[in-house]
């Protein structure tokens, strides 16, 4: 008898399947497929906008638990798995909502379709039609297959993503199901794949002419895996050991076709690898079929063949009673929010373990406070010795106050090699090396060391500069008066010693650095303008009373020249003990408050440093952001628990 296959329409026979699927997706095409014409017009009518917004008819035994869903779906979309979710609303629409079951095998699925048509024949009627064209089904083709209830044997080729095969089986419809046929994706844990896979398989749909490819999932309620060598029966009984992501075992069963023993052993439950022999089982429905006196025959055969407890897995769990949730539907929803709950716990875990792991041990602070110590130590004593030496130093002693007659342009040189040769060099570089083990300790708040708040100046080229070689422009009264003349006067500089907390980024640590920058810029030039000053006044005074003293010995004729050079001498004297008592007084001062900024800056940068050791490290706080969302899609979770028990109750 020849198979009649009618052609029906894709947008009749898909509605349910693309209720699932991203509407990025559903308006898809797979290359070499194409739409009848009729489908073409159809999918373009606009619907009215009250079959858009129509209100679903939720039984009101599932409204609670179908709100709580939703709101599940909304506040803890981060954890929970969307698709499952839709999956579940869907089930809840209904009393006797439809129970999906994926059947995983080969990758040329012949195997899989026949343990599915030995899982769906009925054995008391003669092979049916849909049972040949089941098994006559083209094997090139990509897409996994979709088989549903139907009231005449039908195909749909038209979906990019699934072939749908509609059958009058009497499983299917006694019993509301949906088989999905599909190669199986077979990973190790190692690869970050589980048995949740299992429970979303992917519909592969082309995104582009070259070649590459979109997954989109596809839910079920349950799985059965058809295991395929060695590596992949390791794989399964590893994912099978452990009830990970809360998943139960009768959600998801593996089967490897082989002849091994008898498997008569019926009664015992499911194990994680059911071996079963599917040509057994074939011969036994054809021989039942043959004869109905061949009905022992039949029953020692089917149940050798180890697929009774298949046919009872494939089943369990789908009748539909009122007010009475589904218990596959149930198993999804406890299964769904279980992997929520772990995923919080996991994101949790993870928070912890980074706020522990950032906090510094007790033996790394104590390690770098007796560093600290000895850099201090070391510090103190390379200021006093340096200095000491460079204040008895041939250069210092060039600026003594009757050298600065020929000395008082070297001024500022000398006091410039003394602050750079001798003033913490060591000291310096050695706190950027205790600071750089601090750093690597995970001491320093974060943020701290970050490259990217260094400023950098970008020197940008001069658009009005004239090229090489040209001759110079015609000279500007702007040229001619400094741009600065009438300019506000710019702030003074300010003493690292003096910042606060407030005034720096982090914590008030001095730079030995800044602090000799500081001191280059504001204490040497004004020893220079005295020196300068001093050495001036010094020579006015003498020559005005060198002046004063030649004038009165030639305007007066009683006056001696001992008397007039008396007087010379005076001034003299005078304008040369100014110079000498303000200028060691300078001298004096400028040594006192290079010393002492040098024991201030060193005691600064000791007690900072020590309290970022002591202080930092202490652990990165949570985001209550995060914290706020954990606790919703907790909560949310928890209306879901709650509202499925009051259903059972």
């Given at each position: 008898m020849q198979t009649n296959v009618t052609s029906i329409n894709a947008s009749q026979l898909s509605q349910q399947f693309y209720s699932f699927l991203p509407s990025a997706q559903v308006g898809s095409r797979r290359p070499g497929y194409r739409l009848p014409l009729a489908a073409h017009r159809k999918a373009s009518t606009i619907a009215s906008v009250t079959a858009v917004n129509a209100k679903k008819d939720i039984p009101n035994v599932f409204q609670g638990l179908y709100e709580a869903l939703g709101t599940a779906q909304r506040e803890a979309a981060v954890y929970v798995n969307l698709s499952q979710v839709k999956l579940a609303l869907r089930g809840l629409e209904s009393e006797n909502g439809i129970t999906r079951v994926a059947v995983l095998g080969d990758p040329d699925g012949r195997k899989t379709r026949r343990l599915v048509n030995a899982l769906l024949a009925d054995p008391l009627v003669p092979e049916q039609d849909w049972e040949k064209h089941l098994l006559s089904l083209d094997d090139r083709d990509g897409r996994a297959l979709l088989l549903r209830y139907g009231e005449q044997l039908a195909i749909d080729r038209s979906h990019p993503l699934v072939r749908t095969l509609s059958l009058p089986c009497l499983t299917l419809q006694s019993h509301n199901l949906e088989i999905l046929v599909q190669e199986a994706n077979f990973q190790s844990e190692e690869d970050g794949v589980g048995t949740q896979s299992y429970l979303t398989p992917g519909l592969e749909t082309p995104i582009s002419a070259t070649g590459r490819f979109s997954t989109v999932a596809y839910p079920v309620h349950k799985a059965l895996v058809m295991s395929q060598g060695h590596h992949t029966i390791r794989t399964l009984l590893a994912l099978r050991s452990t009830e990970k992501m809360g998943i139960r075992e009768d959600m998801i069963t593996?089967?490897?076709?082989?002849?091994?023993?008898?498997?008569s052993s019926a009664e015992a439950p499911l194990r994680p690898l059911n071996p079963i022999n599917l040509q057994r089982a074939e011969e036994a429905i054809s021989t039942f079929r043959k004869s109905v006196d061949n009905s022992f025959n039949y029953e020692h055969a089917w149940f050798e063949s180890g697929l009774p407890k298949l046919s009872m897995w494939l089943t369990e769990g789908t009748e539909a009673l009122p007010a009475i949730l589904k218990p596959t539907i149930r198993r999804l929803i406890e299964t769904l929010a279980a992997n929520a709950e772990h995923a919080l716990e996991q994101e949790e875990t993870a928070q912890l373990h980074e706020q522990a792991s950032s906090v510094v041990p007790t033996s790394t602070r104590d390690t770098l406070h007796f560093d600290l110590a000895t850099w201090a130590e070391s510090a103190h004593t390379e200021l006093r010795d340096e200095l000491d030496l460079a204040f008895n130093s041939t250069s210092w002693r060039k600026l003594a106050?009757?050298?600065?007659?020929?000395?008082?342009?070297?001024?500022s040189y000398i006091l410039s090699d003394i602050l750079g040769r001798s003033w913490l060099l060591d000291a310096d570089r050695g706190i950027i090396y205790l600071a750089g083990r601090i750093e690597q300790a995970g001491l320093l708040p974060p943020g701290s060391s970050d490259p990217d708040q260094i400023s950098t100046t970008t020197v940008r080229p001069d658009p009005q500069a004239r090229p090489i070689g040209t001759s110079p422009p015609n000279?500007?009264?702007?040229?001619?008066?400094?741009?600065?003349?009438?300019?506000?006067?710019?702030?003074p500089m300010t003493h690292p010693l003096s910042l606060s907390e407030e005034d720096t980024d982090h914590h008030p640590i001095p730079s030995i650095s800044d602090t000799k920058l500081y001191l280059l810029a504001t204490t040497v030039p004004p020893m220079q303008s005295l020196a300068n000053c001093l050495l001036v006044h010094c020579l006015s005074t003498t020559f005005l009373t060198s002046s004063l003293s030649a004038l009165m010995y030639i305007s007066i004729s009683t006056t001696s020249v001992y008397e007039a050079g008396a007087i010379a001498a005076v001034g003299t004297v005078f304008s040369l003990r100014r110079l000498q008592k303000r200028w060691e007084e300078a001298r004096e001062r400028w040594m006192a408050m290079v010393r002492e900024d040098g024991r201030r800056v060193l005691k600064r940068v000791e007690d900072g440093w020590r309290t970022v050791i002591r202080e930092g490290g202490m652990g990165t706080e949570e985001d209550e952001v995060e914290r706020e969302e954990r606790e919703k899609?907790?909560?949310?979770l928890g209306r879901v628990r709650d509202r499925l028990k009051e259903i059972e109750r």
């Open positions: 593996a089967v490897v076709d082989t002849s091994w023993g008898n498997l106050w009757w050298k600065l007659f020929w000395r008082v342009d070297d001024v000279p500007r009264l702007s040229d001619l008066i400094p741009s600065t003349a009438f300019a506000a006067p710019a702030s899609a907790r909560r949310a």
